[in-house]
């Protein structure tokens, strides 16, 4: 058990519909991480946040949105999805002060299915 | 980004050790080597990170050459239940410290 809870473990939705996946981080944790696991594509980092702010930003698409709130959880918005959409969503965190340097844990991930 | 290059795949016979290559011939003053392992149908997995010095912890051991434009990672002893994949990432400690994974090596034991 890495202590980063995501939430919903699976969600199958349609496409055009909207989600939000949740991210709890490990206690004391500052950072967040976003990452897209799909089969053709592999861990895509999408994005980074550091105490509530935005960090570093990488392959996220528009129809996406983050953000990390004051109690340090973390949520992605997915809009208008797309089949393509289908994937793991992993969410990570690491110790602050190691930000940088440190480990990151992963949660278990969010699997989503668009039909 | 700096980039790194594994071989797609590796076996091991358990019991054995195994050596897992990757190459860094673009890495920075300021990159840690990190390595990742992914188990079927669960979240990546912290193995081991280094600078410049060889590391061991309780996973792994971690050879950093004397350049930096290669690594190895070293299970003493593979077990079954280290049949994964395992990703060699560059991490910038200067920048984000965001993980960009490659396609890593699919790991292989046989029993």
């Known amino acids: 058990d890495s202590g980063v809870t995501q939430t919903p473990k699976h969600l199958i939705t349609a496409t055009g519909q909207r989600v939000t996946l949740r991210c709890s981080p490990r206690s004391g944790d500052l950072s967040v991480y976003w990452y897209q696991q799909s089969l053709d594509q592999g861990l895509q980092f999408l994005i980074q946040y550091y105490n509530g702010e935005e960090r570093a930003k990488g392959n996220i698409l528009e129809r996406f949105s983050a953000q990390q709130f004051p109690d340090l959880h973390s949520e992605l918005n997915l809009s208008s999805l797309e089949l393509g959409d289908s994937a793991l969503y992993f969410c990570a965190s690491s110790r602050p002060g190691l930000a940088n340097t440190g480990e990151l844990f992963f949660g278990e991930g969010s699997r989503l299915t668009v039909l | 980004d700096a980039k790194t290059t594994q071989p797609n795949s590796m076996e091991s016979n358990e019991e054995e050790p195994v050596h897992l290559p990757c190459n860094h011939s673009t890495i920075s003053g300021t990159d840690y080597i990190h390595w990742y392992r992914q188990l079927p149908s669960q979240g990546p997995e912290y193995v081991i990170h280094?600078?410049?010095s060889n590391v061991n912890n309780r996973m792994a051991s971690l050879a950093i050459a004397e350049d930096r434009k290669s690594s190895t990672l070293i299970l003493h002893r593979a077990t079954l239940r280290d049949a994964a994949v395992y990703y060699c990432i560059l991490r910038d400690g200067s920048n984000t410290g965001k993980l960009i994974f490659g396609q890593g090596t699919t790991l292989q034991v046989k029993p």
């Open positions: 280094g600078l410049t």
